[in-house]
């Protein structure tokens, strides 16, 4: 193993901001494709979650085929199925639950946990090394998470209660475990590669939860099913098939650290999407918000030192 200088450059950048915006609005589609404008809900988080899978792995189903031929590797199978659950299948269903009990911004801030765990993960268990700009940009990142969610104590992000709560900082971990094994074990993979065969190895259990929450139903009784369907067409396609390929892109191309830190910048867009859907907004939260970019700043400020991977 050898050093080698990974330079974030215009389109790392570019990716970065587009993921943000991407997954900072998919919170919105949640929310609205599990209710209607007034509130009344439509299709249950379970629902909603079987849909986007199937819906993405649907989408993604004649690239996997194509390409079937790559799986035939034990490691890379086991790598990708690692992937498919903990970092679509899992999710999916643990944030429409918490989105249940707590307004999507909030669900929005609790998932910048993502790069503690992830950077945890990767320095424990894959020995992976951090440099010190960009220990104290985790610091002023979390820092900044933290300043966000306070705002939120005592509000009506709590009605859902602390196991609310917990399934998102769960989302976040199944995440920090699925960035690690794209970056240290899938790296040989293109990311269209890796985001068809990950959605290919849980199809099968997606379209089991479509039909075992009773889904279809919905479309029958329910005639407000085909305005949301849209918010949740838009949630996979958007959200899920490009979303995991623009990830497995960045992942591909830059570090643990930066690549996690997309998840500092979601809060940004999911607060202010929440704004424009009416949520609340505080002077205290753009200070939150500063601080958060400042962690980003120092810790992506010059070019990283990493561990190259044997090839």
Known sequence: MYIRVVKIGLLEVVIFILLSIIWGSSFFFMK????????????SAQQVASLRMV?????LLPVAIYN????????????LAIVGVFGNFIPAFLFTFAQTGLISAYVGMLNSATPLFSVLIAYFIFKDRMTQRQIIGLVFGNIGVVMLMSAYVGNDAFNGGMTHVFAVI?????????????????????????????????LGPAWFCFF???????????????????????????GTVLGVYLYAVLI?????????????AIPIVSLFIGVIDGEWF??????SLGVILLGIIIANRKSTKVKDLPR
């Open 32 to 43: 609205h494709g599990m209710s209607d404008w007034d509130g009344n809900p439509v299709f």
């Open 68 to 79: 079937l031929r790559k799986l035939m590797n034990r490691r890379v199978l086991t790598s």
């Open 252 to 264: 591909a191309r830059t570090t643990t650290v930066f690549s996690s830190m997309v998840t500092f």
């Open 282 to 287: 505080t002077v205290f939260q753009i200070l």
């Open 212 to 238: 075992y929450f009773g889904t279809p139903q919905v479309f029958v009784d329910n005639p407000e099913a085909w305005n949301s369907i849209i918010y949740i067409i838009a949630l996979s396609l958007l």
């Open 170 to 202: 769960f989302a976040t971990f199944c995440y920090g475990v699925s960035l690690n094994t794209i970056k240290f074990k899938l790296y040989d993979l293109k990311a269209i590669h890796i985001a068809s065969f990950a959605f290919l190895i849980v």
């Open 55 to 59: 819906i993405a792995g649907t989408t």
